[in-house]
């Protein structure tokens, strides 16, 4: 990490100047000594101070440069930023240009106040501090640059508009913008506006687990904001309103480009591939769409008409899907080198993780792993029709969805084991608190050790007690298995979900995708190239089973760099996601701020189906916003944009 020269971040003042080497003080703030290879990060100058790495970074024209970003970021719609702004840009060019007047600078100083107080939304609340700061801690460089007439040198140097919402968004959805869409009744462009980022929006927005949510500046005050919800809001308000958004079609390259999977990340993929002119096939072993948002997601979560729907639009476009296709199988991989320009490979998650424990490999009917349980029942059919008393083993969402699918399928006794406990539950903790409404029976603190069977059929399930010991690699408390407290549960059924596996059986040693040792594909993790050029990889089969979200967004990002392949350009990370990459190391959201401002405005919830009525059907559990709660929830978002700039 490059020696900070001069910080003020957050508060922390930090000043090197003319301090021998020895005698530094560290800085707090952590950033990136790159911000691509061979470019190393000079300064930075942000809504929250200054970080300075370079003796010869001139911070007049660095100024200059960032109040030129933070007028030009500015949406117009107060005063105090629109026109404040531009005139501290103005008075800061003219200095940085060898102009400066006689009392520029207290007219900056006696301007910012008012365009902080006054502005609407952070752009102009913020975009001034780093401004002051510089000409608090460095006086002298603004004095002679006015008395002097001094020119600042050109600055080679890059900025990006986030917030702390945006921040963490796998899809890098423009969250601030879609909100205040809907707040000013915009719904069609608000929908519009999503889809930039996501094809999904009825999905997610029923599903995300809303990363965004927390980390959103409105907690600071009272409560978030239901990103998730609002998201569903708009998606819902097209098919209640029968409109239909037409994109326009973009001029056709010629190039082919063979998609694998048509569950979220391959969908979202070919979405994009589409719109920028290349012709995108998705080969689905299943005969319906969506992957494991699909077959592991239940109907009362996710209705199947909704994703459907999604893929239907993306269809819409030119996607061809060929369903009932097995690449391996029906279509060896090498064919789809030979006829196609570029490959992505988008499968699933689609094997279950073994417990390890005795039994489980004895074909014992009742014993069913949590994907196989949830796949049979959302193609309507019981996986076990005899058993009535279930056990789940796991403590993920995939779990929370075992469980609160058996009493659906008229499963009256319904359990779940957890080696740990609640508060280390990796689940979506509304999930959790759902299934509890829903009286599904929770054991904490224990762990498999036997499957209990006779005549072939599973009876019961002996458990071990446990006990927190140190934490492991996750962070979590390792469980620790107490000598002699094994115990027995009655079941004809159990579910072990405690994670799932891939299946690559479609690629043959020949092919040369490389596995890594976690037996994912090895696709890189900026640009999702494989060991083989042209052929690219993104969503489970390169992280591991993870969140819809995150296979949306790097199959859109995937797409992007298909495209640079195709076109014959370098394949690359693209200044935004250099951005994002920075943004992350920095950390937008800070849960210490004091916002300034009363509270007291909470978080809108959906109305739900009363659980002891929705725990017997798949009927959605959820019923939307109305206009009018939408509105004014859309309108609590604090517009928390924030501007970060770089010297390189």
Sequence with gaps: ???????????????????????????????????????????????DGIVLRDDDVDIVGLCARYAE?????????CFPCRVGTKIVSDILNRIASGEGRTGDIDKIKELAPSIRDGSKCSIGQTGLVPILHALEHFPKAFSEAVVGRKRSPEINYRYSVTAPCVSVCPSALDIPRYLEEISEQRFTQSLATIRKSICFPGTLGRVCVRPCESSCRRA???????????????????????????????????????????????VSCANYLIQMGHQPT??????????MAAMGIPDYRLPRNILHREVKLVQELGVDIRYGVKIGEDIPFAKLREDYDAVFIGVGAQGSMPMGVEGEDQNYRGFISGVKYLEDINKGIDPYPEGKKVVVVGGGNVAIDCVRSSFRVGKPDVNLVYRRTKAEMPADPVEITDAEDEEVKFHYLCNPTKIIAKDGKVVGVELIRMELGEPDQSGRRRPVPVKGSEFVIDADIVVPAIGQQLDFSFLTEADGVKATKRNTVGADAEIFETSQPGVFSAGDCVTGPDVLVRA???????????????????????????????????????????????????????????????????????DGYTTDVAIKEASRCLRCYRIGMIAL
């Design 1 to 47: 990490m490059a020696d900070v020269i001069f910080s003020s971040w957050q508060g922390e003042v930090i000043d090197n100047r003319g301090v021998a080497a020895d005698a530094k003080s560290p800085a707090k703030v952590k950033l990136l000594d790159e911000f691509h290879p061979g470019q190393p990060i000079k300064a930075f100058v942000g809504w």
């Design 552 to 622: 949306t967004g790097n199959g859109k990002r995937a797409a992007e760099k298909i495209d640079l392949y195709l076109t014959g350009n370098k394949v690359e990370s693209s200044q935004n996601e250099n951005f994002r990459n920075l943004f992350a190391t920095l950390g937008v959201y800070n849960d210490k701020e004091h916002i300034g401002m009363i509270g007291g405005e909470h978080k809108a919830h959906l109305p739900m189906l009363d659980a002891l009525v929705r725990k017997w059907n798949f009927d959605e559990v959820e």
């Design 282 to 291: 998705i080969f689905e072993r299943h005969p319906e769409p969506g992957g």
């Design 220 to 266: 600071n005050v009272d409560e978030s904001l239901s990103i998730k919800y609002l998201k569903r809001f708009v998606a819902d308000y097209e098919i209640d309103t029968s409109r239909h958004q037409e994109i326009p079609a973009a001029p056709k390259t010629g190039k082919k480009v063979a998609v694998i999977g048509a569950g979220p990340a391959g």
């Design 69 to 77: 970003a933070v007028q030009s970021e500015s949406c117009g719609k």
